[in-house]
């Protein structure tokens, strides 16, 4: 599935349990929908509101991911 | 029928691991009392905003203060505790249920450990590891993809409180920063800076509402007349892409109810957990257009001698620190203490309106726990 970044972060802090840093954005879905979901590749710094992803889900840690698609 | 506020106290608002709710809260009480001419037989009911504290915070500190025998609430809802606390209390005062109400607001949260406060354990967020200063830095990036706005514009907001807290003697952080060393510190989710984070702190805060006829039996000395409200809970964010409109739906309402509209407004003190949230703010609460709150505060509009709403003239949370529960009635002992004329180095000079906004949120997919606006008059 593929989405729009709505807006995006990167944390260096977090709590005890989660490797810093990571990227996180919200992204918007052809539906309407906005879902929380974590860069693949962990940290993603360059990702920017309105690029083009694609969402998956991690099985493992059963969260959304997305990769970056283009700008 | 109109409440006002005769009487406001607090602590300093700092790092006091040793302390506990009770020892804060009968600290503020006692202040408040004093300000207001009063003893504690004279309260009938007391409000009780706290979130950490375990049960019964409300009748732990009342004991300790020795106070007995009055109905007592005790309120959470997140930061918006104590703001929310001053609610419940006005319509108790409103009501004819109680004419000399007591609204206290008291957290300990260094002795829970420090670092990041918990956000919700139970959403479909929390495997992602999101933090409160996470949510925040989405809206930054939002905001400055939005409007073109610079990260030293939004830094520019701890810069003001900063020199404001310089002058609070309540406050947490008694030290002005540059803008550079706003920038440079710790990255804590970009773009924001550990130094654009509110502090971790202990505190309570205290104030003392009366009805009417109280207020004729009392005198008019000093009295701070509040002028009208707006609460308001979240809506669901998780469907169809919804913005956040708490702030605007709480001052939506309380400008209706005062009939004072935010042009009228002189000093505001509002929720700026992180610099972002002021920016949105005071855009939300009117003072200037969508997208203009960076440049209106990074170019000095919002400081004590701007020729602006004078915004977080104590320092608000950044500088003065955020005892979550205890922040609501801080602020209306900050605009209390302004629209009495008795800011010291802080006044904004003739300020007549006073506005507080205060909010809680720690769920992602929900626009705030509760939203609470209060406006005041002198």
């Known amino acids: ?71 | 029928m109109s409440v006002h506020v005769v009487g406001v106290g607090m602590t300093r608002f700092t790092k006091s691991p040793e302390s506990s709710v009770e020892e804060l809260g009968v600290a503020a009480i006692a202040e408040a009392l004093a300000d207001a001419g009063l003893a504690a037989r004279d309260i009938d009911a007391l409000f009780c905003g706290n979130v950490f504290g375990g049960l019964a915070v409300g009748q732990r500190v009342a004991r300790a203060a020795g106070i007995s025998e009055i109905p007592i609430v005790n309120l959470e809802n997140a930061c918006a505790s104590s703001g929310g606390a001053l609610r419940e209390a006005c319509a108790w005062v409103g009501s004819g249920g109680s004419d000399v109400a007591l609204v206290v607001g008291v957290e300990m949260l260094t002795n829970r450990g420090g670092g990041l406060v918990a956000s919700d354990a139970h959403g479909p967020s929390e495997r992602l590891g999101i933090t409160l200063p996470a949510l925040y830095a989405l809206r930054a990036s939002r905001y400055m993809a939005d409007y073109g706005a610079t990260a030293e514009q939004i830094a520019s907001v701890t810069v003001k409180n900063r020199r404001n807290g310089a002058l609070n003697d309540r406050a947490h952080f008694r030290e002005p920063v540059e803008l550079a060393e706003v920038l440079e510190s710790a990255s804590i989710a970009t773009p924001l800076t550990l130094l654009q984070c509110c502090p971790n702190v202990d505190g309570a805060a205290a104030v003392i509402v009366v009805s009417d006829a109280a207020l004729a039996r009392r005198g008019r000395a000093r009295a701070i007349r509040i002028a009208g409200w707006g609460m308001v809970s979240g809506n669901a964010l998780d469907r169809v892409g919804a913005e956040p409109t708490a702030t605007l739906r709480a001052a939506h309402a309380a400008y209706e109810r005062s009939g004072i509209g935010p042009a009228d407004v002189d000093v505001c003190e509002l929720h700026e957990p992180f610099t972002i949230a002021e920016i949105e703010h005071i855009e939300s609460l009117g003072f200037c257009e969508h997208g203009g709150g960076a440049e209106y505060t990074a170019s000095g509009r919002s400081a004590i001698d701007g020729d602006g709403v004078a915004v977080n003239s104590s320092g608000g949370l950044i500088a003065r620190g955020h005892p979550l529960a205890a922040s609501g009635a801080a602020q209306v002992y900050e605009l209390v203490t302004q629209l009495r004329g008795e800011a010291g180095a802080r006044q904004r000079p003739n300020a007549r309106v006073g506005l507080a906004h205060i909010m809680g949120g720690n769920i992602p997919e929900i626009d705030s726990n509760a939203c609470v606006v209060h406006v005041f008059t002198r």
């Not at chain 1, 996180?24 to 083009?52: F, H, M, N, Y």
């Open chain 1, 1 to 71: 599935m593929t989405g729009v970044v709505y807006a995006c972060t990167t944390l260096h802090r977090a709590f005890p349990g989660h490797t810093v840093p990571f990227t996180v954005a919200w992204i918007d879905l052809p539906d309407g929908a906005r879902v929380l979901a974590k860069s693949s590749a962990g940290t993603d710094e360059g990702v920017r509101p309105g690029d083009q992803v694609t969402l998956a889900h991690d099985v493992e840690l059963d969260v959304q991911t997305f990769d970056r698609v283009s700008r």
